[in-house]
Structure formats: C-alpha cells, structure tokens
C-alpha cells in the first residue's frame, strides 16, 4: 500500500486491538450476548425457498409471461401429485378409489382433488376418446366375449366361471379353435391361483380383460393441491406426512400390492430442500472437522485453535442473523453461506494468529503489533472478498446475488470479528510461548523461476485452445437428487408418456383464437401436438358412436339389469372345481401337444394344488374372490360406456373446463415438442419456432432457454465488475503497476485453467457452479495480496521464509476442505459448486505458492539487491 494509507490503516487497526485487548471481557461479553440474540432471531425468522424460479428476477419478459400464467391457472401451482401403481389393472384402481375417498374427506387438509378417472364424464364417455382402430378391436373382442360375459352377468360367482371353463373345453375337445381366444384367460386364472398359493395379493384383472391394454391401466394419478404453510420451512410436510399415513392406514401395499409414491412441486421442493440441507448438514461437520484439524496442525496451540474456532462459531452466527435479517429466506444457492463462512472466515483468523506468533513481546503488545502488520493485508482481502461476493448484486440472478449480498456482508463480519473477538479471546487466555520457525521449506528449493514461469505460461496457451469448449448445463432438472422419490417418479412419469415438462404454454385472449394458434402450431415440424379446450372434444364421434351403438346392440340385452355381487356355496364350488379338473384331464387325453393344452395343464395343476391343500373350502372361496371380486363392478363401468353419446365443448366437465379456460374466458394452449428437448439445440430450435407465432410464450422450455442466457449474462458482468473493481481498488492503495500485476497473475491464470478444467474433467457449468469465476477473483487474489505485500515489507527478497506462505497453505486447505466437503453432498447442485470450487481454489493455491513467488524473483522490487 502507498505510505499514507499504510499509516493510516495500520494505526488504526493497532489501536483498535489495544483497545480490545484492554477491554477484552467486555468485548467477550457483548459478543456472547449479541450472538444469543442473532440465533435467536435466526433460528425464528429465517426461511428456506426451493423454487428455482425464484432465482431470477420477475422483471424479466419471460419471468412475467410465466408468473401471468400461473396467475390465471392457480390450480397448477404448489401441487402434489400422487401416482397409484402396480401390476394389476383392477387393485390399482381399487386403492386408488379408497385414497380417492379418503382426500376428500379431508378438504381443509388437501383442498381439490383433481382425479380424471373418477369423473362420470369419462366412465360414461371414455370409449370415445379411444382411437377407432382401437375400439373396433375392443368391440370384436368383446362381441366374441359376449356368450361368457353375459352368464358371469347373471351368474358372477366361482362356479359360475368354472362351470363355463369346463364347458369351453369340453366343446373345445372336437374344436379347438373355440378356445383360441380362451388360453390367455386360462393362463391368467392360473396364475392368480399360484399367486394365492403363495400369499401374494393378487386378482384377475377383468379391466385389462376388457379394455385389452394393461399397460395403460396399471397406473393411476390423482392431483392435490394441499393446504401450505409457507411461514415454515417445510410447507408441505403436513400434507405429505398424512399421505404417507393414509397408504399405510389403508394397507395398500398388504391388500393391494401396489405403490403409492408422490411428485409435483411440492414434493419436489420438500425433497430438494431436504437433499440440500442434509448434504449441507454433512458438509458443515466435515468442514468443521477439517479446519479442526488444519488449525491443530498450522497453529499449534490448543488456546489458538480454541481462540479461533469461538471466534468462526460467533463470527458464522452473526452472518446468519445478518442473512435473516437483510434477506429473510434462503435459497438453493444462498443456503452454502455457512460452509463458505467457515472456510473464509477460518483465513483471516490464520493469518493473524500465525503473524502473532511470530512475535516474543508480551501478549497485548504481540497482538498489537500482528494487526498493525496484517491488518492492512487481512483488509484488503475481505474488501476484495467482498467485491467478488457483491458483483451479483446489479444482475438478474437473484438466486446468487443474494448469496453475494450474504457472503459478502459476511467477509466484512468475519474481519471485524477476527480483529476484535480473536484478540480478545487470545488476550483472556495466550498461549504458551512457542516461536515458529519460519523457512522457505521445499517452496524455497522449487526450479529456478524461468522455469517454472515457462511452463505457466505454456499450460496458459494449452488452455486458451481449450476453455471455448467450455459448457453450460441449461437444464434445472439435471440439478435434480435422482435418489429421491419425488424425481425418480417424475422420470418414471416422462419415461411411461404420461407427462411432458417441456410442454410450451401460450395464453391467449380466448378459445378462438387459442384454436387458430393450434391450427399454425400443429404446421410447425418441431412440434408433435397441441391441446387445447377444443381439442378434448372426441374426433371421429360418428364413427365411433356407429361402433358403440353396435356393441351395445349386441351386448345389451347380456347385460339387463344391475350387476351384483354373488357369493356361492362351498358345496357348489367344489363341485365345479372337481368337474373343472375333470373335463381338463378329459382334454389333456383327447388333444396333441401344443401352447393351449401347456396352458390347460397347467391350470389343472394349479387347481389340484389348491384342492389337495388341508383347507379346501376356505381356498375356493378365497379363490372366488380373487377371480370374480371386481366383475361386477368392471361390467357396470362397460354398461355404463355403452350408452355414450355425441360429445361437444358444452359437455366439457368443469374440472377440466377450468383448467384449460379462465374465469375471464382466456384459453391455454399447450404445445408438445417433437424432438429431444434434453438438447439444448432441439430445445432451442423448438422455442423459436413458437415464438415466431406466439411471442408470450411459456412453459419449461423458454424458461430454461432464458434462464441459461440469464445466468451466463449475470455471471459475464459479476466477473467484469469484480475484475474491473478489485484492479481499482488495488491500484489505488498500491499505485504499482508492478504489485498489480503480480496479483492478478496468478489470478488469471488460475481462472484459466479452471475453464480448461472444466472441459477436460467433462464438468460443465450450471445455475450453481457459476459462482466459480467471479469467487475466485475474491478468493484466490487474498493470498497474492499477503505474499505481495508481505514481499514488499521484507527487507531480504525470500518472502517465502516467512509465516506469510504457512499462512496462505493453511488458508487454502481450509477453504479447500470446506468446499470439498460440499461436494459430497447428494444434491447434484450444491456438489457440482462443491467440486468445482475445490478444484478452483488448488489451482490459485498453485499459481500463488509456485508461480507468484518465480515472478516475483523475475520482477523483483525497486532497490532490491
């Protein structure tokens, strides 16, 4: 620094220490009691926001486009979505029915309830939305059922099916033909038995019998949006916990065997959150431990370690009230200021305690005449910490600009408290007295500096022919935990089409003019569909209602009546069986080898299994249940879809209805991509096409378009205003191009080599670990500071023989152990920051400890001999 503001600094950093020191239980007391308070109000105030949205500004076009959206459709937003599945078409639907009924009996806990499956609509217009193909192979399906439906219509009991069993294969002997169609059936029914053979709760699934498509089936979904509570950190837990609940209280997996598993937002977010913290939680404890031990090993004192850990712990308190209060919640980003504090804050502490030790004068007067030597230096890096933190501040990402504003808010804390509680604490209880012995080490033996600056400068034009390789991963959902349940179901949703987050939503003024916008959107090659309101309307219904009027002409006269459930006599059960098992073995002898007598046989084994068991009786009607329990049921529904009638826009349901129309009659258009939108180029080429009909458009895709170009222009000016700020702020306390050339340079370097890293170590960058750059210009410039300065304050040119190196290693170590610790967490987003800023702080710690100290022998200071 220019002598003037030397002075200047140094005295008054000096005197405010002696003062300290001669205050120092005071200044212990108020200390404790202000971070009582500031705990206290953290712990009560603070809030946590998981919604990645949030991170950027809402003054931005698309973010308006998006929250207008969510305004008008309410109804999407802060959901759960609760998927129902399993092997068997007619359990699922039965543990759907029951969970169905138990949410809406609980409205002030889950508010709507939003279930297609269980609107009159669909039971009774369902076949409609069939393509023609496929209800025409139904109907065929069916029309050959017709003779076996309409006796298990009259007769839905155990002898019932087995007495048609026995007379299919008696008929069957002469024809087998006949019981073509038959054997999948047979195959089925034997299943179920070796499936009660074994425990398993299983049922014949007469939904997939008649429907045809299991796969279709076999899952359900059903929408709630829960009460919240956004004042708590968890502000869908209540709804989740009784969820969780209601599964178990209606044994779904025991009397089901099926699953109940929950995504949407809100379980994404409660998931998320819990990912982030517990992975911060670990970070935190490693990070602790880490710089315990780094402390134990650089400062070798046990009062030191003890001075400096009450003094992070204080320091990390107050940062967080600061957080709380200048802030109010916390976001994804801004939630690793804890780890970040422990591994900065732990530096300056470091560097003050190890020029303390340099010293053999009395305690007060040692630690007096450490901050008038390294306070100017420790000043200096937090202001530069500071502006590497704050460079978010002017851009959109709010997301790291509130992480700007905590950490640095925090550097400034952690200095002040590093200059008056450590010292205190010191003061109260100094060490013994041990001198260090200070040396250049293996630092001091490195190759000659020509060197060493050769190779930099090499390894500097390699990666300048790599870092434009460098990528950024646009997509959020890759930021994802795919251990969790709420992500791993969303994939399993995407993988089964039956959801597609980067549909593109357009809002426009009504249904007309939502209807010409689907016309020109369907033209567009890159896109595969559109739904609109018109667009639930059944096409073909003529056809279609020809098919079902037909079906029904057949069928109905089956089917007059209402279906009940009939339970049948032990005694006409084993008489079925025992007549079922004989026709087989009639067949077995009568017919050739083929797939239809395997499936025959099988069945009589199974059969015989069940009957030779020591409670025959009790195994029939348990069987009767298996095989008959959802009959009725099935054939009311398929009673029901027969009288199905022509369909238009006034019979839309109000549960659909209004989610597609708004109260003031605007209209959603939702537009499916055709393409691969998880590449950012397909994605890309998809939303400009929209846009090129729809300007206002929105929807994942455009929000990840835009958020990508957001984010690499927040980052683009953090790093110009750091760079341009701390050269500034340099250049006017050094007022030498020299010292500011030899801080930057390893700076630089080391920013070069990060984006070389990246490429190389396939780790691209994202929403998270964006932060890289513009930290290590606020980070890593704090150790070329201590050894400039300190470099210009020795009268010998071997900077590296004084504490200074010791104190920038252990420094980095520290910072290098706590994001390392924040790369294991299981969040995907906080470990690629984690990573990545490891990775940068050792290669500044490299380009500090080998680099700097070559030039600053190849570029030694005026007067230097």
Same mark, same amino acid.
């Given at each position: 620094?220019?002598?003037?503001?030397?002075?200047?600094?140094?005295?008054a *950093?000096?005197?405010? +220490?002696?003062?300290?020191?001669?205050?120092?239980?005071?200044?212990?007391?108020?200390?404790?009691?202000a971070?009582?308070?500031?705990?206290?109000?953290?712990?009560?105030e603070?809030?946590?926001?998981?919604?990645?949205?949030?991170?950027?500004?809402?003054?931005?076009?698309?973010?308006?486009?998006?929250?207008?959206?969510?305004?008008?459709?309410?109804?999407?937003?802060?959901?759960?979505?609760?998927?129902?599945?399993g092997?068997?078409?007619?359990?699922?639907?039965?543990?759907?029915?029951?969970?169905?009924?138990?949410?809406?009996?609980?409205?002030?806990?889950?508010?709507?309830?939003?279930?297609?499956?269980?609107?009159?609509?669909?039971?009774?217009?369902?076949?409609?939305?069939?393509?023609?193909?496929?209800?025409?192979?139904m109907?065929?399906?069916?029309?050959?059922?017709?003779?076996?439906?309409?006796?298990?219509?009259?007769?839905?009991?155990?002898?019932?099916?087995?007495d048609?069993?026995?007379?299919?294969?008696?008929?069957?002997?002469?024809?087998?033909?006949?019981?073509?169609?038959?054997?999948?059936?047979?195959?089925?029914?034997?299943?179920?038995?070796?499936?009660?053979?074994?425990?398993?709760?299983?049922?014949?699934?007469?939904?997939?019998?008649?429907?045809?498509?299991?796969?279709?089936?076999?899952t359900?979904?059903?929408?709630?949006?829960?009460?919240?509570?956004?004042?708590?950190?968890?502000?869908?837990?209540?709804?989740?916990?009784?969820?969780?609940?209601?599964?178990?209280? %209606?044994?779904?997996?025991?009397?089901?065997?099926v699953?109940?598993?929950?995504?949407?937002?809100?379980?994404?977010?409660?998931?998320?959150?819990e990912?982030?913290?517990?992975?911060?939680?670990?970070?935190?404890?490693?990070?602790?431990?880490?710089?315990l031990?780094?402390?134990?090993?650089?400062?070798?004192?046990?009062?030191?370690?003890? &001075?400096?850990?009450?003094?992070?712990?204080?320091?990390?308190?107050?940062?967080?009230?600061?957080?709380?209060?200048?802030?109010?919640?916390?976001?994804?980003?801004?939630?690793?200021?804890?780890?970040?504090f422990?591994?900065?804050?732990?530096?300056?502490?470091?560097?003050?305690?190890?020029?303390?030790?340099?010293?053999?004068?009395?305690?007060?007067?040692?630690?007096?005449?450490?901050a008038?030597?390294?306070g100017?230096?420790?000043?200096?890096?937090? +202001?530069?910490a500071?502006?590497?933190?704050?460079?978010?501040?002017?851009?959109?990402?709010? #997301?790291?600009?509130?992480?700007?504003?905590?950490?640095?808010?925090?550097?400034?804390?952690?200095?002040?408290?590093?200059?008056?509680?450590?010292? &205190?604490?010191?003061?109260l209880?100094p060490p013994?007295?041990l001198?260090?012995?200070?040396s250049?080490?293996?630092?001091?033996?490195?190759?000659?500096?020509?060197?060493?600056?050769?190779?930099?400068?090499?390894?500097?034009?390699?990666?300048?022919?790599?870092?434009?390789?460098?990528?950024?991963?646009?997509?959020?959902?890759?930021?994802?935990?795919?251990?969790?349940?709420?992500?791993?179901?969303?994939?399993?949703?995407?993988?089964?089409?039956?959801?597609?987050?980067?549909?593109?939503?357009?809002?426009?003024?009504?249904?007309?003019?939502?209807?010409?916008?689907?016309?020109?959107?369907?033209?567009?090659?890159?896109?595969?569909?559109?739904?609109?309101?018109?667009?639930?309307?059944?096409?073909?219904?003529?056809?279609?209602?020809?098919?079902?009027?037909?079906?029904?002409l057949?069928?109905?006269?089956?089917?007059? #009546?209402?279906?009940?459930?009939?339970?049948?006599?032990e005694?006409?059960?084993?008489?079925?069986?025992?007549?079922?098992?004989?026709?087989?073995?009639?067949?077995?002898?009568?017919?050739?080898?083929?797939?239809?007598?395997?499936?025959?046989?099988?069945?009589?084994?199974?059969?015989?299994?069940?009957?030779?068991?020591?409670?025959?009786?009790?195994?029939?009607?348990?069987?009767?249940?298996?095989?008959?329990?959802?009959?009725?049921?099935?054939?009311?529904?398929?009673?029901?879809?027969?009288?199905?009638?022509?369909?238009?826009?006034?019979?839309?349901?109000?549960?659909?209805?209004?989610?597609?129309?708004? &109260?003031?009659?605007r209209?959603?258009?939702?537009?499916?991509?055709? #393409?691969?939108?998880?590449?950012?180029?397909?994605?890309?080429?998809?939303?400009?096409?929209?846009?090129?009909?729809?300007?206002?458009a929105?929807?994942?895709?455009?929000?990840?378009?835009?958020?990508?170009?957001?984010?690499?222009?927040?980052?683009?000016?953090?790093?110009?205003?750091?760079?341009?700020?701390?050269?500034?702020?340099? %250049?006017?306390?050094?007022?030498?191009?020299?010292?500011?050339?030899?801080?930057?340079?390893?700076?630089?370097?080391?920013?070069?080599f *990060?984006?070389?890293?990246?490429?190389?170590?396939?780790?691209?960058?994202?929403?998270?670990?964006?932060?890289?750059?513009?930290?290590?210009?606020?980070?890593?410039?704090?150790?070329?500071?201590?050894?400039?300065?300190?470099?210009?304050?020795?009268?010998?040119?071997?900077?590296?023989?004084?504490?200074?190196?010791?104190?920038?290693?252990?420094?980095?170590?520290?910072?290098?152990?706590?994001?390392?610790?924040?790369?294991?967490?299981?969040?995907?987003?906080?470990?690629?920051?984690?990573?990545?800023?490891?990775?940068?702080?050792?290669?500044?710690?490299?380009?500090?400890?080998?680099?700097?100290?070559?030039?600053?022998?190849?570029?030694?200071?005026a #007067?230097?001999?």
């Open positions: 620094m220019n002598s003037k503001a030397t002075s200047s600094v140094q005295n *950093i000096s005197q405010w +220490v002696g003062w300290v020191c001669r205050h120092a239980k005071a200044t212990v007391l108020l200390s404790f009691i971070t009582i308070a500031l705990f206290y109000i953290t712990i009560t603070i809030g946590i926001s998981t919604d990645t949205s949030d991170m950027l500004s809402p003054d931005l076009l698309f973010r308006q486009n998006s929250i207008a959206l969510s305004e008008a459709f309410p109804q999407f937003s802060d959901n759960i979505v609760i998927v129902i599945d092997g068997n078409a007619d359990l699922v639907n039965q543990a759907a029915d029951q969970v169905n009924a138990q949410l809406r009996s609980e409205p002030n806990l889950f508010g709507e309830v939003f279930d297609p499956a269980d609107l009159d609509f669909f039971q009774r217009n369902g076949l409609l939305y069939l393509e023609t193909d496929e209800l025409v192979d109907a065929d399906r069916l029309i050959a059922a017709q003779p076996f439906l309409g006796t298990l219509w009259i007769k839905p009991t155990l002898p019932g099916l087995l048609l069993l026995s007379l299919f294969l008696k008929e069957g002997k002469s024809n087998q033909e006949l019981l073509g169609d038959a054997r999948p059936m047979i195959s089925n029914i034997t299943d179920i038995i070796l499936a009660q053979a074994s425990g398993k709760p299983d049922q014949l699934s007469w939904r997939t019998i008649i429907s045809g498509n299991s796969a279709e089936n076999s359900r979904i059903i929408v709630v949006q829960p009460k919240t509570d956004f004042g708590s950190l968890h502000p869908g837990a209540e709804a989740i916990k009784r969820l969780r609940e209601i599964g178990l209280e %209606l044994k779904l997996k025991q009397k089901f065997d699953r109940l598993r929950l995504t949407g937002s809100v379980p994404l977010a409660e998931e998320e959150l990912s982030v913290v517990d992975g911060l939680g670990l970070a935190g404890i490693l990070s602790l431990s880490l710089v031990v780094l402390l134990f090993w650089g400062l070798k004192s046990l009062r030191l370690v003890l &001075a400096t850990l009450i003094t992070l712990i204080f320091g990390l308190v107050w940062t967080a009230g600061f957080a709380t209060l200048a802030v109010g919640t916390l976001n994804l980003i801004s939630v690793a200021f804890a780890v970040l422990i591994g900065l804050s732990v530096d300056f502490g470091i560097h003050f305690a190890l020029r303390y030790r340099e010293s053999s004068d009395a305690p007060i007067s040692a630690l007096a005449k450490a008038e030597r390294v100017g230096a420790l000043s200096l890096s937090a +202001v530069a500071a502006i590497g933190f704050f460079s978010f501040l002017p851009t959109d990402y709010i #997301g790291l600009a509130e992480l700007g504003l905590i950490a640095g808010g925090g550097m400034f804390i952690a200095l002040f408290a590093n200059l008056t509680l450590l010292p &205190a604490l010191i003061s209880m013994k007295p001198q260090l012995r200070v250049a080490g293996k630092l001091s033996r490195a190759p000659g500096h020509w060197p060493v600056i050769g190779v930099a400068a090499v390894l500097a034009v390699l990666s300048l022919f790599v870092a434009p390789k460098v990528i950024f991963d646009f997509d959020p959902l890759n930021l994802k935990d795919t251990n969790t349940e709420s992500v791993a179901t969303f994939f399993d949703l995407m993988a089964k089409g039956k959801g597609n987050p980067y549909s593109i939503t357009v809002l426009a003024k009504d249904l007309a003019t939502a209807d010409q916008l689907a016309a020109r959107a369907k033209k567009l090659t890159e896109v595969d569909s559109v739904v609109t309101l018109s667009s639930m309307v059944p096409a073909e219904q003529d056809d279609k209602l020809a098919i079902i009027d037909n079906l029904a057949i069928l109905g006269p089956s089917l007059t #009546g209402s279906a009940k459930a009939i339970q049948s006599s005694t006409e059960q084993l008489k079925a069986a025992v007549s079922l098992q004989n026709e087989i073995r009639a067949f077995r002898r009568a017919t050739g080898k083929s797939d239809l007598l395997d499936a025959v046989s099988n069945l009589g084994t199974a059969l015989n299994r069940l009957l030779t068991s020591s409670n025959p009786d009790h195994a029939l009607a348990e069987l009767e249940h298996r095989l008959l329990a959802s009959l009725p049921h099935q054939m009311s529904r398929l009673k029901k879809s027969l009288n199905a009638a022509a369909t238009t826009l006034k019979d839309i349901p109000k549960e659909l209805h209004s989610r597609q129309i708004t &109260a003031d009659g209209a959603k258009v939702e537009i499916k991509p055709r #393409g691969n939108m998880r590449n950012r180029q397909e994605l890309a080429a998809f939303v400009e096409a929209v846009r090129q009909i729809a300007p206002a929105t929807g994942t895709p455009v929000v990840i378009l835009e958020a990508g170009d957001t984010v690499i222009q927040a980052f683009i000016e953090a790093a110009a205003i750091t760079f341009v700020l701390i050269i500034i702020l340099v %250049l006017a306390l050094t007022r030498s191009l020299r010292e500011i050339a030899l801080i930057f340079t390893p700076l630089l370097l080391a920013a070069l *990060i984006l070389a890293a990246s490429v190389l170590l396939s780790l691209p960058f994202n929403f998270a670990n964006v932060i890289v750059l513009p930290l290590l210009f606020g980070l890593g410039i704090a150790g070329s500071i201590h050894l400039v300065l300190r470099d210009r304050d020795q009268d010998s040119q071997n900077v590296m023989a004084t504490s200074t190196p010791r104190a920038v290693v252990f420094s980095a170590l520290t910072t290098i152990g706590s994001f390392g610790s924040i790369a294991l967490s299981s969040h995907p987003g906080t470990s690629s920051m984690g990573v990545l800023l490891t990775i940068a702080i050792s290669l500044s710690l490299i380009c500090t400890l080998i680099v700097l100290p070559a030039l600053l022998t190849a570029w030694p200071k #007067g230097a001999k």
